[in-house]
């Protein structure tokens, strides 16, 4: 079997995707087998890190049923490395059917490789959760920004929830009191995964006693990127206690790699930056990470645990998403406010951070709705 290592982030632009590819490259270059694939429906753009030409074999192709799997396994110019596109030219293709996401899971676990590499979306997407915990040994990546930590956090918190919803199911006591909770806001910004499962215990001991199990096996590992100085690599610290104390998770720290303009001209070359510069900080970094993960024996969840049997029942209502996701955010800032790993000034400068960011999608709203407006009337004019 292969060992499948899906890499996620809880937000874009920290390094994702340049980490999946080089680390791909980095295995290959070892003699590993590794199938890279680009699991980033909607915005697929990892054939450019590696200098691969999508062409007609992709995953977009595949779900319109124009291609076999087998044929979008396409080689790559790097030894050991085949490759399978995303394609963002697929309309919808960010919103599977259940029967397409459990068709892909199956294609997947029968690839014949040793690494099997899947480079997720950033966000907190059912999907992106889903295919997250294919592995219970996943990537996350963050950055020492206090946007990126709080929502490399939330990602971890996200995927443990989801993680309690599919193993107490449907029409059981642990899931009727999930559901509860989910319905008192108050209650879901002061999520207490601990002392929750003590809860949990009280109505339904066997489920619990199944999901503390895979809790145990449930080792996500950590890799923090764009480093300024060693007193960054301390937010990796800080994301650990917090997991640790608020979700009773236990992650593995994986590595760093310090920022470095290289990986821009490496992508403008479009060349991974392991092959354009191997002896560079960087590419050290990442071959370190590579060398971790060989030397890391493969762990997996209970015989039980099936992927395959995740559905979408938990997150029926698009306004019942959007509160979740609200009342998590909120969460997720207690909780890295009351361990100590976000200070009042890191508080205060991603609050600002925030305000800019509604203060420009104002203005491009704005700015839209006079667009709207002048084609409409230019329409009636006609």
């Known amino acids: ?33 590794v199938v ?26 595949w779900f319109t049923e124009k291609t076999e799997f087998k044929d979008i396994i396409q080689p790559t110019d790097y030894e050991n490395v085949s490759f399978i596109a995303g394609d963002s030219q697929i309309p919808d293709l960010t919103q599977l059917k259940y029967s397409q996401k459990i068709k892909l899971i199956r294609n997947l676990k029968n690839i014949k490789t040793d690494y099997l590499i899947l480079d997720l979306g950033a966000g907190t997407h059912q999907f992106i959760l889903d295919m997250f915990l294919l592995s219970p040994q996943g990537i996350i990546v963050s950055a020492p920004a206090v946007t990126a930590t709080l929502n490399g956090y939330l990602f ?13 199911r449907r029409n059981t006591p642990g899931r009727e009191l999930l559901d509860n909770l989910k319905k008192n806001s108050t209650s879901m910004q002061k999520l207490y995964i601990p002392q929750l499962v003590q809860a949990l215990a009280q109505v339904d001991p066997d489920t619990t006693k199944l999901f503390i199990t895979r809790m145990q096996q449930f080792r996500p590992r950590l890799v ?53 510069k191997p002896k560079s900080v960087l590419g050290q970094g990442i071959y370190r990470i590579s060398e971790k993960v060989i030397n890391t024996p493969p762990r997996n969840f209970d015989a039980d645990f099936d992927p395959e049997s995740f559905n979408s029942e938990t997150f029926n209502d698009a306004e019942d998403d959007a509160n979740t996701d609200y009342n998590f955010k909120l969460s997720g800032i207690d909780d890295l406010v009351s361990s100590g790993s976000l200070s009042t000034g890191e508080l205060a400068e991603m609050i600002k951070t925030q305000q800019y960011e509604l203060t420009q999608l104002k203005k491009e709203n704005n700015l839209l709705k006079s667009k709207l407006i002048k084609a409409a009337e230019m329409g009636f004019k006609v």
């Open 224 to 276: 923090m990127n764009m480093i300024e100085n060693p007193q960054d690599a301390e937010k990796a610290q800080r994301i650990k206690t917090s997991c640790n104390q608020y979700l009773g998770l236990e992650i593995d720290y994986l590595g760093l790699m310090f920022r470095d303009m290289l990986q821009d001209k490496a992508l403008s070359s479009q060349l991974p930056v392991v092959v354009y």
């Open 1 to 33: 079997m292969s060992q499948i290592i899906p890499i996620a982030s809880g937000k874009g632009g920290v390094g994702k995707s340049l980490l999946s590819a080089n680390l791909a490259i980095a295995l290959g270059q070892q003699g590993k087998k």
């Open 156 to 168: 971890l918190k996200n995927a443990v929830f989801r993680l309690l919803y599919t193993t107490f």
């Open 36 to 61: 890279l694939v680009d699991l980033d429906l909607g915005a697929s753009n990892l054939h450019l890190v590696i200098g691969q030409r999508p062409g007609n074999a992709s995953l977009g192709s």
